[in-house]
């Protein structure tokens, strides 16, 4: 039975969560930390750091600023940690590096399966692509209540393709700020904010009289909660490291 303290659990994510876990024979909800507390079947703390239970695993779903504390916290009583919160500082990103040498932390910028899976396909054929002098360009849309832009998954699309081929592309976010031809050795990342949309990713590759776009889109927020209850399970116990979801996909296929 995996134990895990829900930091954020009064948020929408944070919620889908608890009901997920609620329903899981192998895993419980062992506390709940949030600034906003209401009702709940397990303990409840309104700071990560007044939490007193034990646990094999925090997931966090909150905000950006709240992360340092949620991950050192881990480190002192020595638990795993899923960071599923996005738009974290280069200073944050250095600190879940440093202490994944002291425990299990699993970061991943989108927890759903699909997405992950399309980061598989980006790396083995994004190099074809581009050697057949196609274009690359990631367009994201999100509800209008999203912070950060563009999004975490984007970056995470087009980390894909750049590791794939030794980090060769800019990433360019506005082209209204230079008046110049698109550049063969950039990655055109593009945001749109409206309405409820839950989130919707698409790669396109154009090349001369041919376009191909890969693309996804997520009907619910529960696809993003699912991967991080599976995330909690993989993660509890492991040994110390930085994992992330390709390694949930490659566990599963042993």
Not at 208 to 218: D, F, G, L, P, W
């Amino acid at each position: 039975m995996t134990k895990i303290i829900m930091h954020g659990y009064n948020g929408h994510m944070g919620r889908v969560i608890c009901d997920i876990v609620s329903k899981d024979k192998d895993c419980e909800i062992a506390a709940g930390v949030d600034v906003v507390e209401s009702n709940a079947p397990f303990p409840t703390f309104t700071d990560i750091n007044l939490c007193n239970v034990d646990a094999d695993v925090i997931i966090d779903f909150s905000t950006a600023s709240a992360v340092d504390s949620v991950v050192k916290y881990a480190v002192k009583k020595n638990i795993a940690a899923v960071i599923c919160t996005t738009g974290l500082s280069d200073n944050t990103l250095s600190l879940i590096k440093e202490v994944s040498a002291k425990i299990p932390l699993f970061r991943s910028a989108n927890m759903s399966i699909g997405i992950n899976l399309i980061c598989s396909i980006l790396k083995k054929y994004a190099p074809i692509l581009d050697e057949a002098g196609f274009d690359i360009e990631i367009l994201e849309k999100h509800h209008n209540l999203k912070l950060d832009a563009p999004s975490g998954t984007a970056i995470l699309l087009a980390d894909s393709i750049n590791e794939s081929m030794n980090s060769k592309f800019d990433y360019v976010y506005d082209r209204s700020t230079v008046r110049k031809q698109r550049d063969r050795s950039e990655i055109g990342i593009s945001a749109m904010r409206g309405g409820t949309i839950v989130g919707e990713h698409s790669v396109m590759f154009a090349g001369r009289n041919e376009v191909i776009e890969i693309n996804h889109s997520a009907q619910s927020k529960e696809v993003f909660a699912v991967g991080a209850v599976k995330a909690a399970k993989f993660s509890a116990g492991k040994a110390p490291g930085l994992y992330d979801m390709q390694d949930v996909m490659k566990e599963s296929l042993q």
